[in-house]
């Protein structure tokens, strides 16, 4: 009996979670002017817009630059700072780790008004460099926490085995240690990565007009003029993310397959 319930609640909870993208999502291949249903016809005129418009064209650019920069940074900060929490070289670890997932509860606002005195002082305001920064505090969190999972199923026996064998810290650690831990890695850096493509809080504070991402360009769409190239775009970051995913875990996937 209680089985079928958890089924049912689990599927129910799959649909509360999917209505509203069920529900959206198919705007995006309308043929009309606005947002609603019946859809008169199919057409992807919108996906057309988001392709020649120029104000869409470089915020897709913008969020692919953003993204990847800001992957690439919390990635190698991320996997640092897992490393050294693992290895009890740091006092009182659990108090760091804490202090690294901060950005993850800390309100956006509040890390966006921070982020702009603190990147203002710096000269870092309305350039690439400041809103990458910016989005990599958002980021980091997510890598720290796959990472550091990752690293927790990490036999220790089998980096002690290659040390005494005569490798390096270096060695052990680019061959043992990083190939063990890089689903974790590769995990974290698809979080960060769609974390990044859906930032709009901290882009509003730190982000000038030649940075305006695909997230703040929805978001300035919804307030001007709600047109339908808003749910492509949504449709574009959806369909994105998934694929991502889904290289993931079948990255994933082949790495336990290979390890078995």
Known sequence: ????????????????????????????????????????????????????????????????????????????????????LRNGLIPFPNVLRTFFLLPMVVPAVVLGVGLQISLGGLGLTSTYIGVILSHAVLCVPFVVISVSTALQGIDRRVERAAASLGASPATVFRRVTLPLALPGVVTGA??????????????????????RTLARQMFSSIRENISPAIAAAAFVLIVGTLLLAALAALMNRRKRTAAA
């Open 1 to 84: 009996m209680l089985k079928p319930a958890q089924s049912l609640f689990g599927a129910l909870a799959v649909v509360f979670l999917l209505a509203p993208l069920v529900a959206i999502l198919p705007l995006a291949f309308t043929g009309g002017i606005f947002l609603n249903y019946p859809i008169p016809s199919f057409s992807t005129r919108w996906f057309t817009e988001l392709a020649t418009a120029d104000a869409w064209r470089l915020s897709i650019v913008n969020s692919l630059i953003i993204g990847l920069g800001a992957t690439v940074l919390s990635v190698v900060l991320g996997t640092l700072a897992a490393l050294g």
């Open 190 to 211: 698809v979080f960060a990565f769609a974390t990044s493509l859906d930032e709009v809080v901290l882009t509003l504070f730190v982000a000038g007009p030649n940075q």
